[in-house]
Nanobody
């Protein structure tokens, strides 16, 4: 199983970035693929996720109306479009996959401990 993130970088406040997560080695159909972020000294925070089976999505309150998650089924790649970025969004972003053993309903929340596989992370820096 491999999750490879890309798209991080340096952007000015108010700008945009698009993160990509290329998945391989598992069936995306039966999984949730999400994005987390973790600032130094803080817990890993769920940012957004998408459940492939029913298309439901999750967004943290802090990113609603600014970030959009999507999936390219053919490429097995999940994207996180981040708009109106602020310095508070500066941190390392991680892609993660949870392999679902059974359908649990719409995606309403995400917890890091539930995810089975993680990418290496990509740094996002938003300058003021």
């Amino acid at each position: 199983v491999q999750l490879v993130e890309s798209g991080g970088g340096l952007v000015q406040a108010g700008g945009s970035l698009r993160l990509s997560c290329a998945a391989s080695g598992f069936t995306v159909d039966g999984s949730i693929i999400g994005w987390f972020r973790q600032a130094p000294g803080k817990e890993r925070e769920a940012v957004s996720g998408i459940q492939k089976s029913d298309g439901t999505t999750y967004y943290a309150d802090s990113v609603k109306d600014r970030f959009t998650i999507s999936i390219d089924n053919a490429k097995k790649t999940v994207y996180l479009q981040m708009n109106s970025l602020s310095p508070e969004d500066t941190t390392v972003y991680y892609c993660a996959a949870e392999i679902l053993r059974s359908y649990r309903g719409s995606l309403l929340a995400m917890a890091a401990y539930e995810f089975d596989y993680w990418g290496q992370g990509t740094q996002v820096i938003v300058s003021s």
